[in-house]
């Protein structure tokens, strides 16, 4: 065993859990100050530990054993939990989650930023902790993760076909699901219909690694108004059974209002340059929100938890404190369903983002939706928000910015300094890039509110909204 190894490998007595970290994870420390990432604790907890990494100012491990159980801890609804990676906080009391997000949003902003902040709003909180997803995505393998105890187990697996997630860093991997608390029943429906016909009729399922087989990824797209769609992407293209399995849905789920498939014989999964074919239905569903109705096809993006984002499109345009009067500039616009949704409370909203097919689809939406007094521009953000476009579209009154977890490009935060726009409304996915965007404009703005919003309970994800004034 190298020395590096051993350095790695130590063990810890009856170490107290004292907080969740980054990425979910949660932070012991030892009455010598060592710090110790773990995936398998709570807050309050009491453990031993055997940690496996050593990095130059922590440990990461794993619990041995629990000495004491928090009383932040919840029993955990699936029973995939600790190897799907994909709700790594179902142990822990959604009161508990949603401290947590809102101390890690007051912590960076404070830490990172360095920002002098007014009293926080608590966090919005999520009506629906589970089967709040709009938007699944499945994988087919054919040979399956299989777990410690089948691979300790005398009994040979014969069934080695998966639908399912990725185990977290393989990218190979497939954890299949006997069940899944994320997306609505209809969803889970369908996704074990699928798997159980395929099966049936033996049709294979994709090999990533000697690039073989027919079922690739399933998508599962749920609107609050009752549409669902379903995309299938095939890697070989047998007909006869590509056909059967798509029969299969249209006749036993009337409730499939857009049924796709796509043959994608390349490398990768991603589906943004591919043909999308519409075998049943329309090749869209529609999301509503106020009235308003946005148009999403296989490739749009949309948030994924419809209701929480109502909640949080409210907040946005609250902070921006619209009169009717106000040229509105939104970066990031994606689909413009911010643009559209504050639209009705402003004189005109101009919206900006880099992917030229989510313009389209903003345009599209608001064509639809009969409003009149929106522009959308499609280009890349440092590129497009110059003085140049300014002096032609006009001086706005409020800026709403919703960027991407990276965070704005700092010639975006100069030319918002230079803007000097009235009020600022930053909405961000990672309050630790919109940290480091605030302290730039600090020399401009003061923050005058923060409210975090939770839009994916059981994860550590957190959105936050902050609105800027101008500094007199």
Known sequence: MSKRRRRAQKTFEN??????GARGKSVAKTEEGEVIFLTDAVPGDVVNIQTFKKKKSFYEGRVTEFIELSHRRAQPVCKH???????????????SQLYFKQKEVAENLRRIGHLDLPEMTPIAGSSEQYHYRNKM??????????????????????????????????WDKILHLDECHLHPQIGEDIRLSVHAFAKAENISYFNPREKTGTLRTLMLRMSSTGENMVVIQFFEDNEAQRIALLDHLKENFPQITSLQYIINEKANDTIYDQDVICYNGRDHIFEEMEGLQFKINAKSFYQTNSKQAYELYKITRDFAGLSGEELVYDLYTGTGTIAQFVAKKAKHVVGIEA?????????????????????????DMKDVFTQEFIDEHGQPDIVITDPPRDGMHKDVVAQLIK??????????????????????????YSIVKVQPVDMFPQTHHVENVVLLELKS
């Open 15 to 20: 170490v107290p859990v004292v907080d969740a």
């Open 81 to 95: 939990f600790n190897t799907c990676g994909g709700c790594k906080w179902q142990h822990m009391t959604y009161e």
């Open 137 to 170: 995505e499945f994988s087919f393998s054919a040979n399956r993760w299989l777990t410690l105890e089948e691979i300790q187990s005398d009994v040979e697996i014969e069934d080695k076909k998966a639908l399912g997630f990725h185990i977290p860093g393989m």
């Open 355 to 379: 992917i030229p097919v989510a313009i389209e689809d903003a345009k599209t939406n608001a064509l639809h939706n009969g409003i009149e007094n929106t522009t959308f521009f499609a280009g």
């Open 419 to 444: 803007l000097s726009a009235q009020r600022i409304v930053y909405v961000s996915c990672n309050s630790a890039t919109q940290a480091r965007d605030l302290a730039l404009l600090d020399e401009k």
